[in-house]
């Protein structure tokens, strides 16, 4: 084992601090990474403060951060996929169980072994769970590590691990193309990213925020349309029209004004990590044969898909970077909806300590 360093929180109500860790020397098919940038997402801060209890109990320590981005510094005997000073990323997933009908589709997210960046037993015994990100090196299997596109800046590629991914899997699902009408609800980092790869895909994009403030980086970020959602006036322009609507809301917020603003057939996908129940009227989805889902991140092969499809339309994240000692001043900007539109750390900052 080696030592590494790393901001951990202690408990629900501690703030992110400074904190030695250990990290397992690369057995023959790990890949050990020097995180360069790690992306903030906002289920770091629900899972900081044990937010998810009732369906993912956190234990502390927390590491957190699953939006990795690094070079290869060291590769294991058996690894052919990266050398030393490749750049690489890391997602939501450090392994599964691989066997499983769900890894054998690729759909890794699915798997009932999986094992979570941060926060899921460790099964190499380094430390009582896996510690994430916020830290200057990991080891990961390197089946769990994907390329970064040569083109791409580090920063704003971070995010694309988790918030990239997040939103480009359903819409993709979705088949959303040109001549598709799509909703974003909700602009922060997830809404950002889907605003751009809708708008890539070729649909007419239709942004619905809380915050006026944004409405002139909605369409500078790719939205045709932009809708203050507290407007209702402004809502029922849009009834009855979209094909899909992908809503990133962080909270509890009504999902039936966006039903209503589905055509026949259309689907709302949900994928705020929101654990209190939300309402939802039948007659909504009956008159319209409409539907809701939920989507959960994506699978290693369609993580490196988006991966490249970004490069190819050069697409990342806007992103304020911040130094690793801002964390807990960013969270609370994060709750204000105050994020343009995703905070990256630059994990040079973490040699200060
Ligand atoms: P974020 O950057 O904080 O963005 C969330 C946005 O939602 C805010 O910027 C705000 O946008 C809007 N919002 C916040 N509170 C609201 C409220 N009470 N009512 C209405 N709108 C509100 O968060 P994020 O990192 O994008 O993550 C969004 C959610 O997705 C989190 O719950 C996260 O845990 C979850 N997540 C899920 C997956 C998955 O696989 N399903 C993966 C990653 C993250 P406006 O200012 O534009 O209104
Ligand atoms: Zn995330």
Redesign the pocket.
Known sequence: MFNAKAYSAASATSLLAHTPIKRRDPTPHDVQIEILFCGI???DL?AVRNEWSSVMPTVYPIVPGHEIVGRVAKVGSAVTKFKAGDLVGVGCLVDSDRTCPNCQKGLENFCPHMTLTFNSPDKHGTAPVTYGGYSDSIVVDERFVLRIPSNLKLPGAAPLL??GI?TYSPLHRAGVTEGKKVGIV??????HMGVKLARAFGAHVVVF???PG?KEDAIRLGANEVVVSRNADEMKKHAFSFDFILD????Q?DIDQYIQLLGLGGNLTL????TKPQSLSSFGLIFGNRSVSG???GGLAETQEMLDFCGKHNITADVEVIPIQKVNEAYER?LK?D?KYRFSIDMASLKSE
Do not use: D, R
Request: proline residues 0%.
């Open positions: 997402c906002h289920s629900h988790c918030a997040t909700g602009l922060g980092g997830l809404g925020t809380t915050s944004k990133t809301v962080s909270a917020h994928v705020g990590g929101v989507s959960n991140i994060m909806s994020v």
